[in-house]
Every structure is written in C-alpha cells, then in structure tokens.
C-alpha cells in the first residue's frame, strides 16, 4: 500500500489530537493484551481521551503523562510515536532506557510490538518498506528512523531529535537526561518530548516538571496528573482491567506511602512515620510474658533477633536481643507475635549476649534467631552450634523492607502485642521513619528506614529481626502430638480421628481423645457462642504432628 497517495494519509497528518484520533479508528492497532496475546487499543474512558486531546493540542513541546501504575501511559507514548513514524517525514526519534548499560527497553520493545502486530505497519513490514533491527527501526521512504539509547547523558549530546521519550522520570536522581532531550529537540518545528512516569518524592526531577505547570510559567508544557484520594476512589474511577481484590492486595503488602505513590500517584513527602499512633496503640497489650499460658493450647514458635552495637557506643546506641512467639491468634488463625522480652544490655560483651540466648531457650523454647552482621557474625556461629536456627541478616535496604512491613502489617492490623513495660519499644515506634528514596532503575524507589534526629532504633531492629527470624514457619491453629487408637473391631473405622463421623463410647477412655477435648475446651472458651461443633473443629483446625497408630 503506498501511504503517500492514501486518503486516509491527510486525515492522519492533521495537527493536534484530531489526526491521532483518526489514526487510531482507521489503523486500530494492536496491543499486548492481559489476557495473552494482541487486542486493538481502545480508549479506556473519557478522562483519557481528554488528557490527551489537552497534551496534542496547543502546540505543546514537552508532554508529561503522569498516571498510577498500569494505566496505560506507556501505551499512549507508545502510539503517539507510531503515529508520528508513520505519518510524518525525517523524524528522527530517540527511546531512551533506564539503564546506562542497555539500549532496549520496556519502552522500544512496545513501539517494536505495536508496528509488528498491527496490520497495517505488519505488511508494510513484510513488504520491506519498514526495516526492523535489534535497537533501531527505519522507514527509508520517509526518512524516519526510531533508535534506542542508554540512559547516558554524554552520549546524548549533539544529536538532533525529533522526538524523544523518557520513562519513569522520577526515578532520576539528577534531571540531567531530561534537559539533554529537551534541548536536542529545539531546533526541529515539532519537537517533543515525552514523558510517562508515575510520581515519586518532591526531590525528583518529575516533580520539578510538576512545579512548573502549576505554576503556568511554560506554556509549552503540558503535565497530565491522574490521581486517586484513596483506594475506594481508585476502585471506583480507575480502568476497568485493574481488579479491586488485586489493588487492594497491593494496599496491604506495600508501605503505605509506597502505595499512595505507586497506585494513587500521590506526590511522596521526604519521610513518613511508620508506624501512625493508632497502630502504635493497638499494639499495647497486657499478658502474661510466659508461653504456655499465651498459646493456649495453640501452635507456636518462638525467635529473637540480636541488633548488636559497639561496647562503647559515641551514639548511644545499644545492642538489643528481642524475643518473640509466633502463634495464631485468639479470634482467628492470622500469624500474632506477642515480644515475650525486649532485653538492653548495658555492656554487650559476648558472654553476656550468649548467657541472655541460652536464658530464652530454657524459659521460652528459642528455636530460631537472626543476628545482624555487623558485630555478630561470633554470635550467629555460636547459635548455630547450640542447635538454633541461626541466620546472618545483611541490613541492606533489600533485606530491612520485608522484615519492617511484615512489623508494620502486624502493627496495623493488630497482630502485634507489646507489653507495657516495653515502653523503649513504644518510643522507638514513635519516632521510626521511612524515606523513599529514588533508586535510579525501572524500580522507581525504596524504602530507607531509621529513626528521626536525637532518637533511637535499636529495639526495633531486633524486634523486626525477631519477627522475620519466624517468617517461614506456618503455623497450624491446634496441633495433636500423635493419634493412639485401641477401639475394638469396627469401631475403629467409625471413630472421628480416624477420618469417620461418630465420637465412639471408648472416647471416655482414649488419651487421644481427651486431648482434643482439651483443646476444644480452650476454643470454646475463646470463641463463646460462635463456637463451631467438635467434629468440624477437628477436621478444620487440629492438626496431627506425630505418629497416627490402629492397635486392635
């Protein structure tokens, strides 16, 4: 098909928004679909058929799309370009990556996808009038070509584009690329730079951009911000191909201003409080610092954590070993962790440290420890040789962002029970913050905990070592230590615990029985009139942990 004497070429060439519309209903190109394979993009809503017309509009240079994750910004960017490659003539257009080392990213492989896929570029494709190579696509006819780059400043100077696109722009560190695309766009009649990013902290370049088009000081720029006030308006406004139980999904297991910026595109402050004072509140529990008496009859496991300081300290830090049960809790099977003892040592010599381990397993059955590295690797080599499952805890930033949310999930959701006279526990909390900051990849940013200005952490740390010393131990509600039966004939076979329906009359006598009796005894007593009948609470929450014997 030759595009130059198409009709359809003159709809399609048309300035602004009018002629993007246009190729969009005549060449209907195709897309990666959620549910596998291409599908032909449709507009999603009326929000965004009007975000864009504002961007195409009024001769704009620089345009921003500034949505929440998996809204399509990328898409749009994606079909601007196409859209321009394949109606324009010299357009010479830059995709530049995330990645100072590669030159294909998310970004190219889309544009690349969409060409390939669409049937009118695909023939165009096949005939040889469009050339796709691994970094670069060409259109010799009209003399466009798109080519990747690295994330590399230098290696962007001195080129003359035509139009340049740059994703996640908050996760730059310095606005560096950004002016080296902007400026290499200037001397063409209609350069354009795209951005498509969600937000990130104020200090990034994106916000920058932001500041300025509140300000109304650029008219040439355009920054198109979708944002949500909480999870329920994002439910109700968001598109339709992202699912409420998976939003949120993503509302409980990521930090909470992580989650504002990522999936509501709320502009990040410097730092947040981890943990809010209701949930600092909630924690506060009075109990009985012993285990048998907390777990009720329940499973448990027990871990503690060692955040080891120097013997002399010019920070005043202390080394702190923290002890914990895992079991589950009173009114559900949820994980609960209640500190069972939050020990500061006042010199942290090893014998001391190894003489307060050695007490936590007697007293409370210690089975799992974690020990920071720094000052512990003696320590966690000792532990292992005492029959504990010990590990070395790098406290990088990936390693401290599991443990900190699984802390700061249990705090907020109620799991976490912190006795009173914890209370350097409680002031620690009140004064623990997390800063995102920008990672310089795709990932955008991460989590940086530590304490604000003149505080302290150090209970914390190994209340949150404690916690993740524990993470892989799944925990059963009610657990039997091994099944005896001596029923005659076949009333073995009709009996509850061995997988039948009747509590037989030898139930009075059998050992096994009177075990699961007790437990029950204890459900009842916690459940109250919601309680479920013993059958069912045999099947649904006790569990057998040893030997199940027939004797007849």
Not at 446 to 461: I, T, V
Request: negative net charge; contains cysteine.
């Amino acid at each position: 098909m030759e595009i130059d004497n198409s009709k359809q070429l003159k709809r399609w060439r048309q300035k602004g928004s009018r002629g993007f519309f246009a190729f969009l209903k005549d060449v209907s190109p195709m897309i990666p679909s959620a549910r596998g394979g291409y599908e032909a993009y449709e507009i999603p809503s009326k929000l965004v058929r009007t975000e864009i017309r504002n961007a195409l509009d009024n001769n704009h240079s620089t345009i921003a799309f500034c949505w929440p994750r998996r809204h399509g910004k990328t898409i749009i960017a994606a079909l601007i370009i196409v859209w321009r490659f394949l109606t324009r003539q010299t357009q010479a257009i830059a995709i530049v990556a995330n990645s100072e080392k590669q030159t294909v990213d998310t970004a190219f492989r889309l544009i690349r996808t969409i060409l390939q896929q669409t049937p009118f570029s695909k023939a165009l494709i096949s005939e040889g009038a469009i050339k796709v190579g691994a970094d670069w696509i060409e259109y010799p006819a009209l003399d466009n070509r798109i080519q990747g780059f690295p994330s590399n400043v230098p290696s962007l100077y001195g080129k003359r584009v035509s139009v340049a696109q740059i994703s996640e722009l908050h996760a730059a560190q310095t606005d560096g690329l950004f002016q080296a695309l902007a400026s290499s766009t200037i001397d063409s009649d209609d350069g354009l730079v795209l951005v498509d990013s969600t937000v990130g902290p104020r200090s990034s370049p994106l916000y920058g951009l932001y500041q300025i088009a509140k300000a109304g000081t650029d008219p040439t720029l355009y920054f198109s911000h979708i944002e949500y006030r909480d999870i329920d308006d994002a439910v109700t406004n968001g598109p339709p191909w992202i699912k409420p139980e998976r939003l949120k999904s993503r509302s409980a297991q990521m930090l909470p201003a992580e989650f504002e910026m990522q999936h509501l595109n709320r502009w990040g402050s410097c730092t947040s409080a981890l943990f809010p004072p209701d949930a600092i509140e909630r924690c506060r529990d009075e109990y009985a610092l012993d285990v048998e008496p907390l777990a009720a009859g329940r499973a448990y496991a027990v871990g503690a954590g060692l955040d080891r300081a120097l013997i002399v300290s010019v920070h005043g830090d202390r080394t702190v070993l923290a002890c914990v049960l895992k079991t589950t809790g009173e009114n559900d099977d949820e994980p609960h962790f209640y500190v069972l003892d939050a020990h500061a040592f006042t010199l942290s010599t090893e014998g001391a440290i190894k003489r307060k381990v050695t007490t936590f397993q007697r007293e409370f059955g210690l089975n799992h420890i974690c020990v920071e590295r720094y000052e512990g690797q003696d320590i966690a080599l000792w532990c292992s040789n005492q029959g504990l499952h010990s590990e070395l805890i790098h406290a990088t930033p990936k390693q401290q962002a599991p443990a900190f949310m699984a802390l700061a999930n249990a705090a907020r959701e109620g799991r976490l029970h912190i006795h009173p006279k914890f209370e350097a526990v409680f002031s620690e909390m009140d004064t623990f913050e997390y800063e995102l900051v920008p990672t310089g990849t795709s990932d955008g940013v991460m989590p940086r905990f530590g304490h604000a200005k003149g505080a302290h952490d150090d209970h914390l740390y190994a209340l949150a070592w404690a916690i993740y010393a524990l993470r892989d131990i799944e925990l059963n509600p009610y657990e039997v230590k091994g099944i005896t039966c001596h029923a005659p004939g076949p009333v073995a076979r009709l009996c509850l615990l061995n997988d039948g329906d009747l509590i037989p009359n030898c139930a009075e006598e059998c050992g096994s029985m009177q075990n699961v009796h007790e437990l029950y005894k204890i459900y009842r007593t916690r459940s109250g009139i919601c309680a479920i009948e013993i059958d069912v609470f045999y099947r649904s929450k006790v569990v057998n942990i040893g030997s199940h014997t027939i004797r007849r």
